[in-house]
């Protein structure tokens, strides 16, 4: 059977081991049931996330109009430092933004390669970790909006990364780190005003990935300069579907193309 739509990233759920699902307009696929099987996934055209045409893609699945005009792809969403729903003043769309920054985060410390600090609303958890790749994670402070929480990050950063090495972590080349060692380190750093907010009593949260054969150098599927592609799937881990020849496909870098995947069963 094929399967044809516009990818979005990957749904997921922390099960004992992490299922994956890609999600179409009229189905979906359980990947983890392909692992050790052969897939076609063949480009077909785009379709933006945001107006829906074939344009193309210019940035997390928006083409280049929507990219500068929707308010989910506004600065403060990759720097939540820079958030302002909390003094009423608007970037692009002042609803939206109200809705999403005012309302409680996460600043959390995850290790996929090594320990990094990162920022993510509550109801994104463990989710956001999945994404990354993150094999453990820890929550250390819980923030009332998007500002506190990215201020703390900003704060942070300048002690451990706020960056995941991405063929690192899919080579599972892994630094062992005690997160709770970690937390307790950088507390004295928090802003003074996030500080009411640092969780005191924590436990680390541990994912287990659907892996049977990391590979030793990844290569990265560019759907544009290889249109088709068939391989034997080997494994699934933050947003990247592993392949037997070392090929890797992000397909969270990949939203707003239309593909049409084939398993071979």
Known sequence: MNYQGVLTKMKTEN????QYFLNFDSDFLHLNNLLDKKISIRFKNYQCLGCGADKKIFRQGYCYDCFYKLPQTADWVIRPELSKAHLGQEERDLEYEKRVQLQPHIVYLANSSSIKVGVTRKEQIPTRWIDQGAHEALEILEAPNRYLAGITEVALKAY????????????????????????????????SEAQPYFIENNKETHIRFPVLKYPEKPITLNLEKTPQYTGILKGIKGQYLIFEDNTVFNVRSNEGYVVEIKPEI
Do not use: C, Q
């Not at 099960?15 to 992490?18: A, H, R």
């Not at 690192?168 to 802003?191: G, H, Q, S, T, Y």
């Open 160 to 191: 451990v990364s706020d960056k995941t090495n991405w063929r690192a972590m899919l080579k599972n080349d892994l630094k062992d780190e005690d997160l709770l060692v970690w937390r307790d380190k950088l507390k004295p750093f928090i802003p």
């Open 15 to 18: 099960l004992d081991t992490v």
